[in-house]
Nanobody, 124 residues
Framework: QVQLVESGGGSVQSGGSLRLSCASS????????MGWFRQAPGKEREGVAR???????RYADSMKGRFTISQDNAKNTLYLQMNSLKPEDTGMYYC??????????????????WGQGTQVTVSS
């Protein structure tokens, strides 16, 4: 059974930083994409960043330069370092994983396993 557990969310002021973590277990494939996604109230879920088995990263345009995705394979943990946070970054942040097949995409519909999310609130 695949389990993804996010942590690290919270409330910060504009310009602040947070580091999210996602502890994973039960995913046995040696090749994968793992990603971070977010959903603001009243909006669709959107891709933030993803990393693959080789450590190659990809970011949504609005996050480039501010967010950094990384992974610690020894700890089975995915991270998202978020700097220069803005109020529009507010939302629920989720991690997800999918097989390393098909089109490389940040479309959340292509990801199979999801965590329960962690809330990020950025005040102005």
């Amino acid at each position: 059974q695949v389990q993804l557990v996010e942590s690290g969310g919270g409330s910060v002021q504009s310009g602040g930083s947070l580091r999210l973590s996602c502890a994973s277990s039960g995913y046995t494939s040696s090749r994968y994409y793992m990603g971070w996604f977010r959903q603001a109230p009243g909006k669709e879920r959107e891709g933030v960043a993803r990393i693959d088995t080789k450590g190659t990263t990809r970011y949504a345009d609005s996050m480039k330069g501010r967010f950094t995705i990384s992974q610690d394979n020894a700890k089975n943990t995915l991270y998202l370092q978020m700097n220069s946070l803005k109020p529009e970054d507010t939302g629920m942040y989720y991690c997800a994983v999918r097989e390393y097949v098909g089109v490389d995409s940040l479309n959340p519909k292509t990801y199979k396993y999801w965590g329960q999310g962690t809330q990020v609130t950025v005040s102005s």
